[in-house]
């Protein structure tokens, strides 16, 4: 097999890395960009640098892309990723990425399990049981989390398992979302094990008339998630007051979203849930007012809320 040639990338300064990464994030997260709008614009440029590396990594778990082409990608990436970290180039979003890592007391080793997640993805084509959506969790949303709290702000250390926990529940409230996307796919979100032990026939699912053993199926899922949340809530009464002011936005609209499967498990089967206009224009406003809340999730980690 011929070596494969090397990819020649223009140099960026640290301001245009910076500006890529946001480029990257506010097509990816556009609706959403506000949730950060309390921080001022160092830390938010920061946490952009971070969540590029998870939106580039989230890509290659798209498999509407062939697996030859998701394979060639991961490994341009992590290509980028060693060439900048350790021979010192400077291209593309990695310069912004080492910057912020430099700048916080952020382990490499939390970038190295949200570039794994892709390498997860490919390898096994579908998931077999819970224990591997939790995996994909813990490494796509776990790892964002866990580098993402230096940047918000620590006030109380020993929030690892809990920013794992939550990173976990965001990420898989996301992924159970998407099941509709996947209509003809599902065994490869809904865990192969679960679809035996639930008695589902993928043959004769019908989206517009789900039987109840797949209704049943997507409320257990909800169920596992939901519980990720409760044991991952406490993570606010770790961070500054700032930082629980973006937490609390950011799990107030995955939490909403997974409250809607749990209402209407029939209705994720045809769409994914949606945060609508007005809703989206509450939290923003209690965002902009300082009111944030994420309902019960916080409250039942911590005895209290922080709103």
């Known amino acids: 097999m011929a070596e494969k040639k090397k990819r020649i990338l223009p140099p960026v300064t640290l301001a245009e890395s910076y500006q890529l990464c946001r ?58 990723f060693r060439n900048n970290f350790m021979e010192e180039e400077s291209t593309d979003q990695f310069p912004a990425l080492l910057d912020t890592m430099n700048q916080y007391p952020i382990p490499q080793q939390y970038f190295h399990d949200i570039i794994a997640a892709a390498d997860m993805c490919i390898r096994i084509d579908r998931f077999t049981n819970f224990d591997q959506w939790l995996q994909m969790g813990c490494r796509l949303g776990g790892g964002t989390l866990l580098s993402a709290v230096p940047i918000l702000g620590v006030e109380k250390p020993g929030f690892e398992e809990a920013a794992i926990k939550l990173g976990q529940a965001i990420f898989l409230t996301c992924l159970l979302n998407d099941i ?11 865990p192969s094990e679960d679809l035996v032990t639930f008695e589902v026939d993928l043959r004769r699912h019908n989206p517009a008339r789900p039987d109840p053993a797949m209704l049943a199926l997507i409320a257990c899922m909800v169920e596992r998630i939901e519980r990720l949340y409760h044991e991952g809530g406490c993570l606010v009464d770790h961070l500054t007051l700032d930082g629980r002011r973006v937490l609390t936005t950011v799990v107030a609209v995955s939490w909403s979203l ?11 089967l045809m769409a994914s849930a949606e945060v609508t206009a007005s809703e989206r224009w509450r939290l923003r406003l209690r965002h902009i007012l300082g009111l944030e809340d994420a309902g019960d999730v916080l409250k039942a980690s911590t005895g209290h809320g922080h709103s």
Not at 47 to 75: F, G, S
Not at 182 to 188: G, H
């Open 23 to 80: 480029d990257r994030v506010r097509q990816r997260l556009g609706n959403w960009i506000w949730t950060t709008g309390n921080l001022d614009r160092e830390t938010r440029n920061h946490l952009y640098a971070l969540t590029a590396l998870t939106v580039r990594t989230e890509k290659l778990c798209d498999i509407h892309l062939a697996r030859a082409a998701r394979e060639e990608m991961l490994e341009d990436l992590r290509e980028d």
């Open 180 to 190: 509709a996307d996947e209509i003809q796919k599902l065994e490869y979100f809904l």
């Open 258 to 268: 997974l409250l809607k499967i749990k209402r209407d498990p029939k209705s994720v």
